[in-house]
């Protein structure tokens, strides 16, 4: 599934750029939704793994497609383990609970499709309810910063300056820092809970609080950075902490102790707050739509690899605190706020050289604004 998300990531990011936005998210989500359902028929390992590999694909596109949107959360692990965690006591003798879960979510997912290919505007002038004055004020009000909206022409020029840009590398490596904990944390947190005495479905119900604690730092720290300016790099790093905090505790307290243990395994998504915070980082600091979007695509490009990377940290040997990899991680997660904060670094650099141009009367034309969009 990581692969094939690896594999369509550059062509789902060349389709945000000359298709509808509106029309390219609703049709994922879709035929994601299709998918999903169909694979409730899946009969053996290989047609399952065709389905996987076709949904992996789907999914390249919606993750960018949401960010170009934002632009311009916690809540799925919650609902999702409480739908799993209710399916998982249904007794049908035709569906097993596994494939109650994917019918389940796969019709929620067509439905969301659907609203979203007819109700999602692709820019600011495609929204229905906004007057035509309203328009034209949404689409100056990011003049100021320069970033720009949708447009279907790519800018060679813009894709070669992404690529010479320090901060679009140490971007690119903290997404595969984040790649790489956040699959650790989605595929064996279920086995560590199982590792620690809990049944099968006593695992799927203790994931509920992990879905809340992320659900909570991802809107306390989005809060933090639309109230306080500048700090956005900052709220990252910290929202680091307590998911280290989490892991340094799953390698250090005695297995005895097994709700301290559930404990450290809730921190772990915390984490994951740092894709949404990070989505507004690129939206609101990289200037012009290609290269936005080519910014963006290399960052999904390094958090598919880290993504496949993560689970070869971990040997079944190991359980249930699969030691190497919990040290492996302590050193991603470093690694991690290393890349944060030379990204914090660069910003500062810009910021104040872009100070120190504007200080000195030079400001950007009204055809170099226009050409960034």
């Not at 934002?70 to 209710?86: A, D, E, R, Y």
């Not at 309810?129 to 990011?142: A, Q, T």
């Amino acid at each position: 599934m990581v692969l094939s998300s690896r594999g369509v990531q550059v062509a789902s990011s060349k389709s945000l750029v000359c298709i509808p936005l509106g029309h390219t998210n609703g049709k994922s989500h879709i035929l994601w939704g299709i998918i999903l359902v169909a694979t409730v028929g899946a009969r053996n390992w290989a047609g399952l793994m065709a389905l996987r590999f076709i949904l992996g694909g789907l999914e390249a596109g919606i993750g960018p497609a949401w960010m170009l949107i934002t632009s311009i959360n916690g809540i799925s692990q919650m609902l999702g383990s409480g739908i799993s965690w209710g399916l998982g006591h249904t007794n049908n003798p035709h569906l097993a609970p596994w494939q109650l879960v994917f019918l389940v979510i796969g019709v929620i997912t067509l439905a969301v499709g659907i609203a979203s290919f007819f109700l999602f505007p692709s820019s600011p002038i495609d929204f229905k309810l906004f007057s035509e004055e309203e328009k034209v004020v949404s689409v100056w009000r990011v003049v100021e910063n320069q970033t720009g909206i949708k447009h279907d022409k790519a800018l060679p020029y813009q894709i070669q300056e992404a690529f010479l840009e320090p901060r679009v590398w140490f971007l690119a490596g903290q997404q595969l820092s984040i790649g790489i904990i956040n699959s650790s944390i989605a595929n064996f947190m279920s086995a560590m809970l199982r590792g620690f005495g809990y049944t099968s479905v006593e695992t799927v119900l203790w994931q509920l609080p992990n879905g809340a604690f992320q659900l909570v730092c991802t809107v306390a720290a989005g809060y933090s950075v639309s109230k306080f300016p500048n700090i956005s790099i900052f709220t990252i790093l910290l929202v680091h902490v307590p998911s280290l905090a989490g892991i340094i505790g799953i390698a250090t307290i005695d297995l005895g102790h097994r709700p301290a243990l559930t404990a450290c395994c809730w921190l772990l998504g915390v984490v994951r707050a740092t894709i949404i915070l990070n989505w507004s980082v690129i939206a609101s600091n990289v200037a012009g739509h290609t290269k936005r979007m080519t910014v963006n695509g290399l960052n999904f490009v390094c958090y598919a690899t880290g993504n496949i990377i993560g689970p070869f940290m971990f040997t079944p040997a190991e359980a249930p605190r699969y030691m190497t990899a919990t040290r492996a991680l302590i050193g991603v997660y470093v690694s991690s706020m290393f890349f944060t904060a030379a990204i914090g670094v660069c910003l500062w650099l810009w910021n104040r050289n872009r100070d120190r141009e504007e200080a000195a009367g030079s400001e950007p034309s009204d055809d170099a604004q226009e050409d960034g969009f």
